[in-house]
């Protein structure tokens, strides 16, 4: 093992449990929910099946986890065992990686916006893979880490659907005099880098993005640069009921670097998946800490009957500061489930809030939910991106705690991925609690481990 994760990390549960049975468990337990606090399960064996299936699906790609999409011990600590690199979006990102012991080679800073206090802490840390995207940029990392190893980030999401947060990028227009002035500034690019965006990606905008990279690492040989990575990025879906399947996109992805990066160029392929890895994996509860009522006009009705008809703000133990957050990036709340048996007959329109007294605190508009009371609790899955950042980004916010969950049988693929022999049959037996993670991953375990200990750049 490599060190990152034990035992001691998760609840090792039985084949066939699930999240939301260990989350019931916990609701008549004593903690955490006797305080009402929202608190997260994690199901690590979902990362495990999701990282086989990705090693499966893009046998060429490293994944890079992109910290800001979560930033949990039990989920960094996983990717790192199971041999994961990681991209960070400032020194926090880093220093948390690092804590667990990520050595630097494993560490992409990949925000091409960077404070030149976190290019320095980047350079006093031994981390050199970085991304840029225009001069000013460069010259900051010119100055401040004259050892950094530069990935030049175009702007490949031309589709319609590409959000205008996520335009970073240089324009291939603009890529010959990026590359110029790194050359004048001895800055070492390395390679290539997109990212298409995160919503309703198109699987032939990988394809498009792949030939446009090829162009720049065209550029970059005409001027004498030996570039020999490419990074895809990320934006792959994180359930299954996205428009494109993630082995879908794979296919397109595969095709265009057999077209342009064929295997035996010496170009190395990463990508930085985030939803793709924890969304499934983490289920939130979250309990109703305040009501409001609020009648509803009717037009044409009289005063008497227009009194009957109501709509419901529900107050949440958390809101989109803390485990919503993901709906800031995006995502829309997923609708929850009742903790308790629902009166399916009589459901009213309802709002959902975070705590009272910020009125922008906005989870959810339009759900329909039997009338609910105080001390109720709402179950959210598929919760696991953007809804744990780095504590300090959150301004020291109390963040809710998260139970890991793994079945033996995904705690013994991940020691498979690192080449490791299984314990003997007979070892098998154990005090497991009586949950599951419903793990079918015989096919996937056939994935040979691609990883090598050491890192890419
Ligand atoms: C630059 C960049 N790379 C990668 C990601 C990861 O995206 P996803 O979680 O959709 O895979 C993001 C998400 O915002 C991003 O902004």
Known sequence: MNGYLNESNFTMVEEGFTPRDLLENLLVG?????????????????IVRKHLRFLKALPRVKPYFPVKCNSSGGVLRLLAELGAGFACANKTEIAAVQSIGVPADKIFYSSPCKQIAHIKYAASRGVRLMAFDNE??????????????MLLGIAADSSPSAH?????????????????????QAVEVVGISFHLGSCSLEPQGFAQAVAEAQLAFDMGAEL??????LD??????????????????AAVINSALDTYFPEGCGVEIIARPGRYYVTSAFTLAASITAKEEIPMEQPGSDGEESGSKKSLVYHLSDGIYGAFSCVLFDSPCPKPLLHKKPCPDHLLCSSLRGPPGLPEDRIADGVELPELQDGDWLIFQDMGAYSIAVPSLLGGCPQPQVTYAMSRLAWEAVQLCQGKPLPAEDDHESACTPLSCGWEMVESLCVPPVFAPAGII
């Open 224 to 229: 004498g640069y030996r570039m020999h990575l």
């Open 136 to 149: 000013v940029e460069l010259g900051k990392v010119a100055r401040s880490h004259p050892q950094a190893r």
């Open 164 to 184: 205008p947060s996520m335009m970073f990028g240089a324009t291939l227009k603009s890529c010959r005099r990026l590359l110029e002035a790194a050359k004048e």
């Open 232 to 249: 895809i990025g990320g934006g792959f879906p994180g359930t299954e009921d996205a428009r494109a399947q993630f082995e879908e996109i």
């Open 30 to 46: 004593p903690c955490p929910s006797s305080e009402q606090q929202a608190f997260f399960v994690a199901d690590l064996g979902d």
